[in-house]
């Protein structure tokens, strides 16, 4: 790891962080045309963060098969599908860890994970840290 922050929690962060711009700005030219439906999977990905968000679901609801989801995911923003799905949820967490007084476990529900045990798991190999280290650090 250089400097404060880990590789892997640099690469949560600005996963999450390409997520949110890619909402806001007009991407560009992307082979195929593809960038209307990336758009579109991003969208139902961010609106539906707290539910679940398994590929195959994915692809039904947003009628993208889930073999080109995963592709496009890999080849535009550099990280997997259930990787990107985990770096906003545990963005959404730690969001929530610092702002309120909900409970570790009530917050890894909120935030879309299935268990507690995944949510702890995720968070301590994004963050470098557990989900209570982090709200005391961040809350005093």
């Not at 909402?23 to 990905?45: A, F, M, S």
């Not at 535009?76 to 967490?93: C, D, K, P, Q």
């Not at 909120?110 to 989900?131: E, H, I, L, V, Y």
Request: proline fraction near 2%.
């Amino acid at each position: 790891a250089k400097g404060p922050l880990s590789e892997d929690i640099r690469t949560a962060l600005w996963t999450a962080i390409l997520g949110l711009l890619l909402q806001n700005i007009p991407l560009k030219k992307t082979v195929g045309g593809q960038r209307d439906l990336l758009r579109h999977v991003l969208e139902y990905c961010t609106e539906n963060l707290n539910g679940d968000l398994q590929l195959d679901k994915v692809s039904k609801s947003t009628g993208v098969g889930k073999y080109h989801i995963s592709h496009m995911f890999q080849k535009t923003l550099g990280v997997g599908f259930h990787e990107y799905i985990n770096t906003l949820r545990v963005n959404e967490a730690a969001k929530l860890l610092r702002e309120t007084e909900q409970s570790i476990t009530e917050i890894a529900y909120q935030a879309g994970f299935s268990c507690s045990r995944t949510f702890n798991r995720t968070f301590q190999k994004q963050m470098d840290c557990s989900p209570r280290e982090y709200r005391k650090k961040y809350t005093q």
